[in-house]
């Protein structure tokens, strides 16, 4: 690693461009025809979708499409990226059809000639849900008894793993030999943080040649 930077003063490259109104993104892109899709997302942590009424979005002015889990039945599931051995998968839809399971599960969208257009169809839908018990910690989702997010889970552990070289360091830390078989219990917090650049939350797609 170069440390001709470290300990310097370090001039912004981009800033001229951005500032003078010469900054490019996704939304100043004019494609020929180009559509915009907007999402409706769920405000519940867990619930039932119950009914999902597309008729006003349909009659709103430059709508185009109007599309539910029942329009995408063909899609499939999204794709896992990974999948470590012993970890318990689940079904992803694109747009869900029973049940959302976080606040802003997508679960339908509307495509239109524009992007207010189709935030007002968005507006339109008229979205029935029936509430479901949600968990918001570690310990009440491992709690006996804890609401099911899948149904076809025994509980909410994704993967455990045993550590048998941590567990025995920290019985010799404690003055005991790591073999009799004594369980450490402890319990942490974690404050929410992103260290990281943010995904861009913007795409632009065009038909392939």
Same mark, same amino acid.
């Given at each position: 690693m170069s440390t001709r930077l470290l300990g310097r003063r370090l001039l912004r490259q981009e800033d001229p461009?951005?500032?003078?109104?010469?900054? /490019?993104y996704v939304t100043d892109l004019a494609l020929p025809g180009t559509l915009h899709m907007a999402l409706a997302r769920s405000p519940h942590a867990h619930a039932r979708i119950a009914a999902v009424d597309v008729s006003r979005a349909h009659r709103v002015p430059g709508v185009v499409a109007v599309l539910t889990a029942d329009d995408l039945r063909d899609a499939g599931p999204?794709?896992?990226?990974?999948?470590p051995p012993g !970890? /318990? !998968?689940s079904g992803f839809p694109v747009l869900p059809g029973d049940r959302v399971r976080y606040?802003? !599960?997508?679960?339908a969208a509307v495509v239109a000639?524009?992007?207010y257009a189709?935030?007002?169809?968005?507006?339109?839908?008229?979205?029935?849900?029936g509430p479901l018990p949600a968990v918001a910690d570690g310990a009440q989702a491992t709690a006996p008894g804890a609401p099911k997010?899948?149904?076809d889970w025994p509980d909410y552990i994704v993967v455990s793993r045993r550590d048998r070289q941590r567990r025995s360091r920290h019985c010799a830390r404690d003055g005991l030999d790591g073999r009799g078989g004594?369980?450490?219990?402890?319990?942490? /917090? !974690? /404050?929410?943080?992103w260290r990281g650049a943010r995904p861009a939350r913007a795409t632009i797609a065009t038909p392939a040649t």
């Open positions: 461009r951005l500032v003078t109104g010469n900054g /490019r999204l794709p896992v990226l990974a999948h !970890q /318990r !998968q606040v802003g !599960q997508a679960l000639e524009t992007r189709a935030q007002d169809g968005i507006d339109a839908l008229d979205v029935t849900y997010l899948y149904d004594a369980l450490h219990r402890c319990r942490g /917090r !974690q /404050r929410r943080r």
